[in-house]
């Protein structure tokens, strides 16, 4: 009996001994988990990154509609999104003239690689001042169509000390309903609270969608698809520098629509229900305000259909009488404010437009280009 009770002790032993290590791992799991939470340190572990130093920076923010064929993914923390780009690797000289591009996905360049987009083409013109400085030209545009988001990426890129700012815009950025909606304001509400309270752009009654992250959701646990999404864009890094591939353009792709809809309603707004407090110019203004920067305002172009009720709508997003009056109201207010603006809405041939009534190829790009070199505000840079 005695080897028998001395192996029911030994097993009693080691069941408290196991147990003991599970209670030990799980307090210290729970306590690192809520120091993580105290602690906070997203917004550093977004600054680290291998970019611009193992690997070269990206030339535009990263997004992904597909990350195992295009080396990139859809990163909404701020700090990640710039840490990657090439802008933080680029201390400006005194030889530099520096220009910063915002605005939406036809700025960062759906359905473009990224040597093809708008701030790419320019660069590849080795331009200069007047007064002897290189122009480098940096893409910060991102997908998504809202004036808010695109102010959120100027403030935070100010600490780049850009000359000027070309800020694309177009009527689908501008409805005020829309204004937040945007995943990187959504993502970053302590970011976008800052700013707002900042500008006082009077969205109040959107900022409930900002709700801050709770403690559990500031835990490794709740954090954990942000943190995968950190370290997996780390290591697109090796594929990045290896092929420069940072979007999957696929082969065929459902075309612009040229056929549309009979509805003459915008954002379910009718012509007698739109007005300019419909549009957030408010934005705009604090966008002006929030730089040392000039800003000159780009309304980009847009496709304009021959097809079935082109008489009623310019294309999918705008029927033709919001747009005009979209038009008159933006020129009004530019003269109103003094603000510069260089007007290319019409200024594409159908057949450049890809898979939207704002995405473009190759060729529209090139176009753009030269309009934008073309025009007075830009007359002081030269090849």
Do not use: C
């Not at 993580?36 to 992904?64: E, I, K």
């Not at 090439?86 to 473009?112: A, H, M, T």
């Not at 075309?255 to 003459?264: C, G, K």
């Not at 419909?278 to 203004?285: H, Y």
């Amino acid at each position: 009996k005695q080897p028998a009770l001395e192996a029911t002790v030994q097993g009693s032993s080691e069941k408290a001994f196991v147990l003991r290590l599970l209670l030990k791992t799980l307090g210290l799991f729970l306590l690192i988990n809520l120091v993580f939470a105290w602690v906070d340190p997203v917004p550093t572990l977004g600054r680290f990154s291998l970019y611009n130093h193992l690997f070269p920076g990206r030339t535009r923010l990263p997004y992904s509609d597909d990350p195992t064929l295009s080396y990139s993914l859809t990163v909404n923390q701020l700090d990640a999104m710039f840490a990657s780009h090439v802008i933080l690797d680029s201390p400006k000289s005194e030889s530099e003239y520096r220009v910063i591009l915002v605005g939406d996905s036809s700025v960062w360049g759906y359905l473009q690689r990224h040597e093809d987009t708008i701030s790419q083409q320019l660069n590849g013109k080795k331009l200069r001042t007047l007064d002897g400085r290189d122009v480098q030209f940096y893409n910060l545009g991102y997908p998504t169509l809202s004036l808010t988001k695109d102010l959120l990426i100027l403030d935070y890129a100010s600490k780049f000390q850009p000359d000027l700012i070309l800020w694309f815009i177009t009527l689908e950025s501008l409805p005020v309903e829309k204004q937040l909606q945007s995943p990187v304001l959504t993502l970053n509400p302590q970011a976008t609270q800052t700013l707002l309270a900042k500008t006082a752009l009077g969205f109040d009654e959107q900022e409930d969608s900002l709700s801050k992250a709770g403690f559990w959701e500031r835990t490794i646990v709740g954090r954990r698809r942000l943190l995968a999404d950190l370290i997996r864009h780390q290591i697109y890094g090796l594929m990045w520098s290896a092929t420069q591939i940072d979007q999957y353009i696929p082969p065929t792709y459902d075309l612009r629509a040229e056929d549309l809809s009979d509805d003459v309603s915008y954002q379910d707004m009718s012509p007698e229900q739109f007005s300019s407090s419909s549009l957030a110019f408010n934005v705009i203004k604090a966008g002006m305000a929030i730089t040392e920067a000039q800003v000159i305002l780009v309304n980009e172009p847009i496709f304009i259909s021959a097809g079935e009720n082109s008489d009623v709508r310019y294309n999918f997003y705008y029927p033709i009488w919001a747009y005009d009056q979209y038009q008159t109201m933006l020129e009004e207010q530019a003269e109103i404010n003094h603000w510069d603006l260089i007007n290319l809405w019409d200024l594409l041939p159908g057949e450049v437009f890809t898979d939207s009534a704002i995405h473009y190829n190759l060729d529209g790009v090139e176009i753009v280009s030269s309009a934008l070199l073309s025009s007075p505000q830009l007359a002081f840079m030269g090849q």
